[in-house]
């Protein structure tokens, strides 16, 4: 596992993110120097006073969220930007079990001596978890929404007033290749059902553009976040998207690229480079055009209805795998603990 401060002195990060699976890999490493600091703080979180005096599973749920604190607080020190925090995804059904840990969350980050307003809770794109995100909004606490695979999960979190939209493009990619006669856009032109779609003519890079041109028409305060960015390409034609999230394989081929500084703050391909054009901003946002339908308010039938075929399996793909990820965390948890006795 590659040393944080090697990413970040090489990479220079503006914001960072904090996941069970990232705690397992640092439990997975013990003899790795790199990674000592960051083992002291989930230790640290173990042994944490409030924690110790319950029992069980809440002991446990304690701990997890102790120790994505006490990791996240520590990363904070390294990144000026915000961090985005993980919360149980086996909550992700429960609205009310996702706003009260959340609060936890918060209320853990702050006794660590870190500000709220560098924290992001990272929350499954549910119905639930949207709606789990609109309270806590509402309660100025800054949302970040995962697992968004379909623009009415996009619509819905930013009618819900969510800080980050995340679409996966690497995801809905793969799911496009494997299934190459589904109707990539409801109520979009059809497209031939026979062979592969073309990188020219990626279903994932059109349904990022079209959430970022409904909110930056229709909620210019939401954030979007584009992750599974898994080639240069793919970097350059959603260069100015707000957010990007990349490997150091593609930022390392980024690098090679005649580029104005700063992927994270409006990537643009130079101007002498032909082929590549800069799709994604505001004025563009504004000429897109959106069926009354496309933009009324979402409600749950709305939002059942509007995932598709994509959206569905792909959600509950995306909420298992967090599961999956967690129930390891509480492997490692255990592991490590008896380790340390």
């Known amino acids: ?16 993110t904090v996941t069970s699976s990232v705690l397992t890999g640092i439990l997975a490493n013990p003899t790795s ?3 000592s600091q960051y083992k002291a703080a989930i230790e640290r979180a173990m042994r944490y006073e409030k924690c110790s005096m319950l029992h069980g599973d809440e002991r446990l749920a304690c701990v997890l969220v102790a120790a994505m604190c006490s990791l996240g607080a520590l990363i904070s020190e390294s990144v000026p930007g915000r961090i985005s925090m993980e919360l149980d995804p086996r ?34 794109g549910t119905w639930e978890g949207i709606q789990a995100a ?3 909004e509402q309660e100025g606490i800054a949302t970040h929404v995962i697992l968004v695979y379909s623009f009415v999960q996009a ?22 290749s494997k299934n190459p006669g589904a109707i990539r856009d409801p109520r979009g032109p059809r497209q031939d059902s026979g062979g592969l779609f073309q990188d020219t003519d990626n279903p994932a890079i059109k349904m990022v553009e079209k959430i970022y041109n409904y909110c930056k028409q229709q909620h210019p305060d939401v954030k979007i976040m584009a992750a599974g960015v898994r080639s240069k390409q793919e970097a350059l034609e959603l260069a100015g998207v707000d957010y990007i999230v990349l490997s150091p394989r593609v930022l390392d081929a980024l690098s ?51 995932l598709g075929q994509v959206g569905m399996e792909l959600l509950d793909t995306g909420v298992q795998r967090l599961v999956d990820d967690i129930t390891r965390l509480e492997t490692s948890l255990r592991e490590y603990a008896v380790g340390s006795e």
């Open 134 to 136: 609109k309270s806590l």
């Open 33 to 35: 120097q790199g990674l």
């Open 1 to 16: 596992m590659q040393s944080i401060e090697s990413l970040v002195d090489t990479h220079k990060p503006t914001a960072a």
């Open 91 to 124: 909550l992700a059904y429960d609205t009310d079990g996702l706003v009260k840990r959340a609060k936890a969350t918060c209320e853990q980050f702050q006794s660590m001596g870190v500000s709220t307003d560098r924290l992001l809770i990272r929350l499954p």
């Open 256 to 306: 090679q690229t005649p580029t104005l500084q700063g992927y994270n703050d409006g990537l643009r391909v130079a101007d002498e480079q032909e082929g590549v054009h800069t799709q994604l901003c505001p004025a563009n946002a504004k000429e897109a055009r959106f069926t009354p339908e496309e933009t009324a308010p979402v409600t749950k039938q709305l939002f059942q209805e509007g």
């Open 155 to 176: 619509v819905a979190a930013a009618q819900a007033g969510c800080s980050v939209i995340q679409p996966n493009v690497g995801h809905i990619r793969d799911w496009f």
